[in-house]
Each structure stands twice: as structure tokens, then as C-alpha cells.
């Protein structure tokens, strides 16, 4: 599977932008595809995770529950990731990735990613 990943930009503290992830090649009967962030000098950390097939559960860590959306278009074949209320702490480079052995208790986990698109880079800043 392909996965590109874009939407990043410049934005104020208190706004919004809109990531996508488009997912291309192999179909599995279930896959999850999930976003992940990393900061400079810090460790990659789990953003929020979607079923693309076999399901339609979400996941959010909680540091943007309640400020961000994942979902999935499948008539555009990507997954989109509205984020809103952004803070300079959400500033890092963000990547999408996507597996077919994820399971509920490692959606969480980087490791279980066989997928990844390149980052595409969000910068929160006044």
C-alpha cells in the first residue's frame, strides 16, 4: 500500500487545517490507517488511527481528543485529519501510516505500521 500524506502549512495558535493522507495499491479486508507526529528532539507519538476496511472505530490520543477528526473518504480514497484549536505543541511533522496486522491493543504503537507516506509539516506559530 502507498500512502501520501499532505496539507501542511503555517498556522496561527487557535486555528485549523486539514491533513490528507491518500491510500493507494493493495486491498486487505482490514486495514487501519493512522496518523503519527514528531516534534525535533523528540520521539514519533501517535496522533489518531481509523479503519480504512473491515471497520469503522476511531482512536485519538488524548492530547487531541475533542480538537481533532480522523476520517475516511472512500470515494477519494484518503484519510483526513481535521485538526482545529491548534497549539504550538502540535507543531511537528506529521506522518500517515497504515497496516493490516494492527490490533486495537497496538494501534497505538508505531511498530505495528508496515506503511508509512512522508511527513508533511505543520508549524503552529504567531
Known amino acids: 500500500v502507498q500512502l501520501q500524506a499532505s496539507g501542511g502549512g503555517l498556522v496561527q495558535p487557535g486555528g485549523s487545517l486539514r491533513l490528507s493522507c491518500a491510500v493507494s495499491g493493495r486491498r486487505y479486508m482490514r486495514y487501519i490507517v493512522a496518523w503519527f507526529r514528531q516534534a525535533p528532539g523528540k520521539e514519533r507519538e501517535f496522533v489518531a488511527a481509523?479503519?480504512?476496511?473491515?471497520?469503522?472505530?476511531?482512536d485519538y490520543a488524548e492530547s487531541v481528543k475533542g480538537r481533532f477528526t480522523i476520517s475516511r473518504d472512500n470515494a477519494k480514497n484518503t484519510v483526513n485529519l481535521q485538526m482545529n484549536s491548534l497549539k504550538p505543541e502540535d507543531s511537528a511533522l506529521y506522518y500517515c501510516a497504515g497496516g493490516a496486522r494492527v490490533i486495537v491493543t497496538s494501534r497505538t504503537r508505531d511498530s505495528a505500521y508496515d506503511d508509512w507516506g512522508q511527513g508533511t509539516l505543520v508549524t503552529v506559530s504567531s
Open positions: 481509523v479503519h480504512w476496511s473491515g471497520g469503522s472505530s476511531t
